[in-house]
């Protein structure tokens, strides 16, 4: 009974998170697949205890700063990407399969896990390859998953990248197999699977347009994830775009437009006091309660958050002019201008 509520309560959190606008989007497009060369292997045939790796310059990736990438001792495909000094770190799953090592000489294939980092710092690219990944379960004895992330510094995108891979078929049964369902999805903000809330963005079709592809949220309340429960939740359904090789998603930040282009509305909500040193309150004609995003008159992004009881701190902020942008109850955006004392 109480499973049941909770997952009611986490569907009824998913539609309210549709009249949001999320920090991060989502692009999909159809490149060719290559191995890796020159690449540093991290792990073969082999499920050890957290391998990892780090950089001496950090990397801006999606608006935060990455240091370190960690494999867990999860047996999943996942890649890690965190901050030393802060300890804050995001946890992608490029595809929803548990790895499983070389059972035995007659087994058919064994997996690898490398990296390489080409470009100067300011554009580097890095990629992580998964390769002959053999699930728990196989339809055909052959089955094994190709899959890249490449983390690019450029444009602060993360892009999970197909190489071969089973028929449609096989790896949906595959993956069924072992209790679970395609998927492709990364943790906010993640600290353990224990954690009291985790905030999980994942690809799927929106409701009004099957044959596209956006990043939806569902928020985990009762701080106990295990990819095989919940993946029916985060399911990758698009009929437009099946995982083959060569399909390629790239999950970029969401910035704002150029400050010109942005039409500011004075009318329906106020900013006070404005100009401010510590927190601005929102004085508007309906409840806030949403998430929102502060840019500098570049229009990049330099805060963003839910704003609580209409009031955002903004303490953190450089002084000079802001644009904040949120979202109404009703899925109206708006935009309001304020100075930082």
């Known amino acids: 009974m109480i499973r049941t509520y909770l997952v009611l309560l986490l569907c009824l959190l998913c539609l309210k998170a549709m009249c949001?606008?999320?920090?991060?989007?989502?692009?999909?497009?159809?490149?060719p697949y290559l191995e890796l060369s020159n690449l540093?292997?991290?792990?073969?045939?082999?499920?050890?205890?957290?391998?990892?790796?780090?950089?001496?310059?950090?990397?801006k990736i999606l608006n935060e700063e990455v240091d370190s990438f960690y494999i867990f001792d999860w047996a999943n495909l996942h890649l890690n990407l965190g901050n030393k000094k802060t300890k804050e770190s995001d946890l992608f799953v490029p595809f929803n399969t548990a790895l499983r090592k070389r059972l035995s000489n007659t087994d058919s294939v064994g997996f690898s896990i490398s990296y390489n980092i080409t470009?100067?710092?300011?554009?580097?690219?890095?990629?992580?390859q998964w390769k002959d990944v053999k699930p728990k379960y196989t339809v055909a004895p052959n089955d094994v998953f190709n899959i890249q992330?490449?983390?690019?510094?450029?444009?602060?995108s993360v892009s999970y990248h197909f190489g071969p891979m089973p028929p449609e078929f096989n790896s949906f049964f595959s993956l069924f197999g072992q209790n679970r369902v395609p998927a492709l999805y990364f943790f906010d903000d993640f600290i353990s699977f224990s954690d009291t809330v985790n905030e999980i963005f994942h690809i799927t079709s929106p409701i009004h347009d099957i044959n596209k592809v956006e990043l939806a949220e569902f928020i985990l309340l009762d701080g106990n994830f295990t990819d095989e429960q919940y993946?029916?939740?985060?399911?990758?359904?698009?009929p437009s775009v099946p995982i083959e090789e060569g399909l390629h998603f790239k999950i970029l930040p969401r910035n704002l437009s150029k400050v010109?282009?942005?039409?500011?509305?004075?009318?329906?909500?106020?900013?006070?006091?404005?100009?401010?040193?510590?927190?601005?309150?929102?004085?508007?004609?309906?409840l806030i309660d949403a998430y929102y995003e502060i840019t500098n008159t570049s229009g990049f992004i330099e805060q963003k958050g839910l704003i609580e009881n209409n009031n955002i701190n903004i303490e953190q902020l450089s002084t000079g002019l802001h644009f904040l942008k949120w979202v109404t109850?009703?899925?109206?955006?708006?935009?309001?201008?304020?100075?930082?004392?």
Do not use: W
């Open 20 to 31: 949001q606008i999320f920090p991060y989007q989502v692009e999909y497009s159809k490149q």
């Open 40 to 59: 540093t292997i991290l792990c073969k045939d082999s499920l050890g205890k957290k391998h990892f790796f780090t950089l001496n310059e950090p990397m």
């Open 119 to 128: 470009g100067d710092i300011g554009n580097r690219i890095l990629k992580v």
């Open 149 to 156: 992330m490449i983390i690019n510094e450029d444009d602060q």
């Open 231 to 238: 993946s029916s939740f985060i399911f990758y359904n698009c």
């Open 260 to 286: 010109n282009d942005i039409r500011v509305d004075r009318n329906k909500s106020n900013i006070n006091p404005n100009p401010a040193s510590n927190s601005i309150f929102l004085t508007s004609d309906i």
């Open 329 to 341: 109850e009703k899925g109206e955006v708006r935009v309001n201008k304020f100075v930082k004392l």
